[in-house]
């Protein structure tokens, strides 16, 4: 039973890494385009890095997680085949 629950959720982490860059491109460009319409350059400079921080983070995380699991999953794998 464990091996499945480490697909699932290596395959979860495995999915939500394109769907944070999606989110975290949108949020640049919006960025962008506020900081075109207002034309504050401090602010701007400082809310782009923040973001590309934070969001930079998030995908590091989940690719930390997904390997984790995936390493588990690996290994139920291998126990299990030395069993039958």
């Given at each position: 039973?464990?091996?499945?629950?480490?697909v699932f959720?290596?395959?979860?982490?495995?999915?939500?890494?394109p769907q944070t860059v999606?989110?975290?491109?949108?949020?640049?460009?919006?960025?962008v385009n506020a900081q075109k319409a207002t034309g504050a350059d401090g602010e701007f400079i400082e809310m782009f890095g923040d973001q590309v921080i934070k969001?930079?983070?998030?995908?590091?995380?989940?690719?930390?997680?997904?390997?984790?699991?995936?390493?588990l999953m690996r290994q139920t794998?291998?126990?299990?085949s030395r069993l039958i």
């Open positions: 039973m464990g091996g499945i629950i480490f959720l290596s395959n979860y982490f495995k999915i939500k890494i999606k989110v975290a491109l949108n949020s640049i460009f919006e960025l969001y930079s983070l998030y995908v590091i995380g989940f690719a930390i997680v997904m390997g984790v699991f995936m390493f794998i291998i126990v299990m």
